[in-house]
């Protein structure tokens, strides 16, 4: 977890988080009716399970990246010894 750089779990958390918004986005399209005719009930709950599925999604997904940020842009580490 405090490996310096971006990892594969990195990569793979940010690409969930566009995952999510992705879903986010999906279901507010949704609900407008953007994605072809739907019956009132069933864009309702097309909409409801999308966003809140996507919203977990971006949520976790920020929190970690969030979490990694210090190590994620670190830059080269002083040994404190001169060559």
């Known amino acids: 977890m405090k490996i310096p750089g971006w990892t594969g779990l ?3 958390l940010a690409g969930y988080g566009v ?3 992705v879903s986010l986005v999906l279901g507010i399209l949704a609900k ?10 069933v864009a ?4 409801l399970g ?3 599925l996507g ?3 971006v ?4 929190l970690f990246l969030l979490y990694r940020a210090p190590w994620l842009f670190a830059g080269p580490r002083q ?3 001169k060559p």
């Open 19 to 21: 995952l999510g918004v």
């Open 50 to 52: 999308l966003s809140l």
């Open 44 to 47: 309702q709950n097309t909409f």
């Open 55 to 57: 919203g977990l999604m």
């Open 32 to 41: 407008g009716g953007a994605l072809g005719p739907l019956e009132t009930d």
């Open 59 to 62: 949520f976790q997904a920020a």
């Open 79 to 81: 040994t404190g010894t």
């Open 10 to 12: 990195d990569y793979s």
